[in-house]
């Protein structure tokens, strides 16, 4: 008879759950019943209104086992059958999901990427880099016919292969601003080798419109980052209407719902390119599913979304574009909760809704 395993995990409850208001994003911190802290980071919402929720959704956490990762996400998701899926909502499950995993890797003292299946790579391509850049329209555009608008999207593309060198990487995100005509008429002039891939060149929820893009594009198709979970990506892959999926660990429900959905991409042969503006630490949860998945091309993220001190720093990035894989237990991020509360109290980080119009004074897509 095998001699009896201790379940360190068995017995660890969450304590507290509080959400940090710091600005531009939002922080979850999970207190346990053995000290360990687990943190997580809400992007691109009105951050007083996310905190609100994520601290109204403790209920559910409080008292539970952090490391039932999965049922604790089944449980947050499919609460309420009006807000499941939405939004909002999703967006902070995906704070909380990253809290879990956190707790969960610095209980058994590895980093989350082991608890994942452990890793496929040893260093993640990351853009930007001096080696791969992505560009965009530069603001919304209204479709007047004329061949300068087109010119003006070309020569993007070819000041960014300056800087890149021909064997770098250039992407160009459409960012739903440019019309489908004038998509059509950029696909004219864009060759197959132009660019590693064109990016949310449609507004998202219209297969139709995208399998159109797609017999027009010469160039790889990526979308993704509004797609939230399993559900909404899987018709996109079964229509076969892009060639790179980017999931957003922020949006899309977190470190769970990304593994989950990396393997569905996989089973239709379509690498991710995670799509990413989170903080460092936002960011830092992400790389630790990319290290883990093997269908991978590229990861986007951005050091700057954050003020200077509010998370330590566990990986850099080297003159290739590539970054080492997270280090320490859990997601390898602490946090200053104290610094992080002060950035949130400044008036120029308060969050603030976009407001995007056209030459004419309609409103744009974005």
């Given at each position: 008879m095998a001699d009896p395993v201790e379940d360190r995990a068995s017995s660890i409850r969450v304590t507290h759950l509080r959400a940090i208001n710091a600005g531009r994003k939002g922080y979850v911190k999970l207190e346990t019943s053995v000290g360990i802290v687990g943190w997580g980071e809400i992007n691109n919402m009105n951050t007083p209104v996310a905190c609100q929720l994520a601290e109204s959704m403790g209920e559910m956490i409080v008292g539970e086992n952090p490391t039932r990762v999965e049922h604790l996400w089944q449980r947050m998701y499919r609460s309420h059958r009006n807000l499941r899926g939405g939004g909002l909502m999703t967006h902070v499950i995906s704070g909380i999901d990253m809290a879990l995993w956190d707790i969960a890797g610095k209980l058994h003292g590895v980093p989350v990427y082991r608890l994942l299946g452990g890793p496929c790579r040893d260093k993640i391509w990351m853009y930007p880099s001096a080696k791969a850049l992505k560009i965009s329209p530069g603001a919304a555009h209204y479709h007047t016919g004329s061949p300068a608008d087109v010119e003006a999207l070309v020569e993007r593309i070819r000041q960014a292969r300056a800087k890149v060198g021909p064997d770098g990487a250039v992407m160009f995100d459409a960012h739903s601003m440019l019309p489908?005509?004038?998509?059509?008429?950029?696909?004219?002039?864009?060759?197959?080798?132009?660019?590693?891939?064109?990016?949310?060149?449609?507004?998202?929820?219209?297969?139709?419109?995208?399998?159109?893009?797609?017999?027009?594009?010469?160039?790889?198709?990526?979308?993704?980052?509004?797609?939230?979970g399993i559900w909404e990506v899987r018709e996109i892959l079964e229509?076969?209407?892009?060639?790179?999926?980017?999931?957003?660990?922020?949006?899309?429900?977190?470190?769970?719902?990304?593994?989950?959905?990396?393997?569905?991409?996989?089973?239709?042969?379509?690498?991710?390119?995670?799509?990413?503006?989170?903080?460092?630490?936002?960011?830092?949860?992400?790389?630790?599913?990319?290290?883990?998945?093997?269908?991978?091309?590229?990861?986007?993220?951005?050091?700057?979304?954050?003020?200077?001190?509010?998370?330590?720093?566990?990986?850099?990035?080297?003159?290739?574009?590539?970054?080492?894989?997270?280090?320490?237990?859990?997601?390898?991020?602490?946090?200053?909760?104290?610094?992080?509360?002060?950035?949130?109290?400044?008036?120029?980080?308060?969050?603030?809704?976009?407001?995007?119009?056209?030459?004419?004074?309609?409103?744009?897509?974005?």
């Open positions: 489908p005509p004038l998509v059509r008429q950029f696909a004219g002039h864009l060759k197959s080798d132009d660019l590693l891939f064109l990016e949310e060149a449609w507004v998202p929820g219209n297969i139709e419109v995208m399998r159109r893009v797609r017999e027009e594009v010469p160039v790889p198709l990526a979308t993704g980052e509004r797609d939230r229509a076969q209407v892009i060639d790179i999926l980017q999931p957003d660990c922020g949006h899309g429900g977190g470190i769970t719902q990304m593994k989950k959905v990396a393997a569905l991409a996989e089973a239709h042969h379509v690498p991710i390119a995670p799509h990413c503006t989170m903080s460092y630490l936002g960011l830092t949860a992400s790389l630790h599913v990319a290290a883990s998945v093997p269908f991978f091309l590229i990861h986007e993220g951005y050091t700057s979304q954050m003020a200077e001190g509010v998370a330590t720093k566990t990986w850099t990035m080297d003159e290739e574009g590539f970054v080492n894989l997270p280090e320490g237990p859990g997601l390898g991020v602490e946090m200053d909760e104290s610094l992080a509360q002060q950035v949130g109290e400044q008036p120029d980080q308060r969050f603030q809704w976009p407001d995007n119009r056209l030459v004419d004074g309609s409103v744009a897509d974005y």
